[in-house]
């Protein structure tokens, strides 16, 4: 028997041309360069909203702790330091860094440097706002007077 079928199909190997191999290429790199800045962009966003979230979940804490102990409580927050401190525990926690931070209380007056939100044994509080930006990104933590009802914004 001939192995002259056998050389037709040897003489193609099973696999990609280079055509096909630069085309596959090209692709990959064009979804890269379009995935790339997506993802890094997510990445500062998802940082800045988990603090923001990290922020009003130790904001309730300090207003629950306010009055399980009957006592006033407070979350002092450091704008130049870019941290705040839960006074109940002084546990202390930074904000992302490269993000502006801001606070305004009753009426939205600057109150200087360092302030604080302050939760009473009732649950009523001082109100504060507490901002992150970084261009059009904004988060707001918001503690409402008198109710002390906290929420996040973006």
Not at 32 to 37: F, G, M, R, Y
Request: proline residues 3%; glycine residues 10%; aromatic residues 6%.
């Amino acid at each position: 028997m001939s192995p002259a079928g056998n050389e037709h199909s040897a003489g193609r190997d099973s696999g990609f041309t280079l055509i096909e191999m630069l085309i596959g290429l090209t692709l990959v790199a064009l979804l890269l360069t379009i995935s790339v800045p997506l993802i890094s962009g997510d990445s500062e966003d998802a940082r800045a909203q988990t603090a923001a979230r990290v922020l009003a979940a130790d904001l309730r804490w300090l207003r629950q702790e306010a009055i399980a102990r009957g006592r006033e409580t407070a979350l002092l927050v450091d704008l130049a330091a870019k941290r705040y401190r839960r006074e109940a525990d002084g546990i202390e926690r930074a904000l992302p860094s490269g993000f502006s931070l801001s606070f305004a209380s009753l009426g939205d007056r600057e109150v200087g440097e360092a302030t604080r939100i302050r939760f009473r044994a009732d649950g009523t509080s001082t109100g504060g706002r507490v901002e992150m930006a970084r261009g059009a990104r904004r988060y707001a933590v918001e503690v409402s007077w008198p109710l002390g009802r906290i929420q996040v914004r973006s």
